[in-house]
């Protein structure tokens, strides 16, 4: 299990964090190819590893508060995740982006998990290439 606490200040809105991080996360997340709406608040993640193996998992959406927070829990598939994401704004031009999340190996094992690497660096560079696409300084791929 790895659970992850991590925030940082982007030079955007709220309202703009928020869009973004729900309707792009391909366009931050590291190996994520595909994000599909299911049935109800479900979406269904796909996603590369670096050595190649598909991980593929469901969460739901568990709290959508636009622009402020985003919660979802983990369905099933090869991880459980579970988290939320905040965004408030400190002033005009600048938010802190909050994350919190849990994530777990669907079938108890530690394959799925060791698969993804350091889970803590991995977020770390996901946030960080968050505020570079907010900031202008990342083209989407």
Do not use: C
């Not at 703009?16 to 729900?22: G, H, I, K, P, T």
């Not at 366009?27 to 109800?40: I, K, L, N, R, Y």
């Not at 994401?85 to 994350?99: G, W």
């Not at 919190?100 to 394959?111: C, L, R």
């Amino acid at each position: 299990m790895a659970t992850i606490k991590e925030s940082l200040i982007v030079k955007t809105t709220a309202a703009r964090a928020y869009r973004v991080w729900r309707d792009r996360p391909q366009d931050f997340m590291t190996g994520v190819e595909s994000v599909e709406t299911g049935e109800g608040r479900q979406l269904r993640w796909s996603l590369e590893t670096e050595d190649g193996q598909r991980l593929q998992w469901t969460t739901e959406q568990t709290m959508d508060e636009a622009p402020h927070r985003l919660a979802w829990s983990g369905q099933g598939g090869d991880l459980q995740q579970s988290g939320q994401v905040t965004f408030h704004q400190l002033n005009d031009d600048q938010v802190e982006v909050s994350l919190m999340t849990t994530t777990v190996a669907g079938d108890g094992s530690d394959e799925p998990l060791q698969a993804l690497g350091d889970l803590r660096a991995r977020w770390q560079s996901d946030l960080s290439r968050f505020k570079a696409l907010l900031e202008g300084r990342l083209e989407p791929d």
